[in-house]
């Protein structure tokens, strides 16, 4: 993504790309949430939904695109302007470190709630997730100083 400038088109900056696990509304769910490869930029977030290629006695995931208008494209992504977000918070539930983001659309506010996916282990999530999602929401609010 390209916008333009005092001499040109600047480069859309990319801050980070996560794989996590998502979920619609305030708090992550119970159940099995859809697994997305987040990538945040200086101008957007955006979710690209990941394929899941089943087998016997697996699950596997394809990879993704390391072009992210390329990778919108996939069924079921979705990016999130920057400008649009009026929420971006790390929080937690029964000691589950989370990251909630709540935006505007033309339909109205919509929330979504995600994870981590490297931070899923037998024993819990990772202490270190928390700093993460942290990481991310001020990534979000300096953009934010930036967008306007």
């Known amino acids: ?3 333009a400038g005092h001499s040109g088109f600047v480069p859309e ?9 998502l979920w619609e509304g305030e708090k992550i769910g119970w159940g099995r949430g859809s697994r997305y490869e987040l990538f945040i930029t200086d101008r957007r977030l955006a979710f690209i939904k990941l394929k899941e290629k089943k ?6 995931w394809e990879a ?3 072009d992210v ?6 069924e079921g992504s979705f990016e999130v302007p920057i400008s649009k977000i009026t929420e971006a918070k790390a929080d937690s539930i029964m000691m589950t470190p989370y990251m909630r983001v709540r935006f505007q659309t033309d339909p109205g506010e919509k929330i979504f709630s995600f994870i981590f996916a490297a931070s899923m282990t037998q024993d819990g999530t990772s202490p270190a997730a928390m700093v993460a999602y942290k990481n991310i929401a001020e990534l979000v609010k300096e953009a934010k100083g930036h967008s306007t």
């Open 64 to 66: 993704c695109p390391d």
């Open 69 to 74: 208008d390329e990778a919108l494209k996939n």
């Open 13 to 21: 900056k990319r801050r980070g790309k996560a794989t996590v696990v």
């Open 55 to 60: 087998s016997f006695l697996r699950r596997t």
């Open 1 to 3: 993504m390209l916008k």
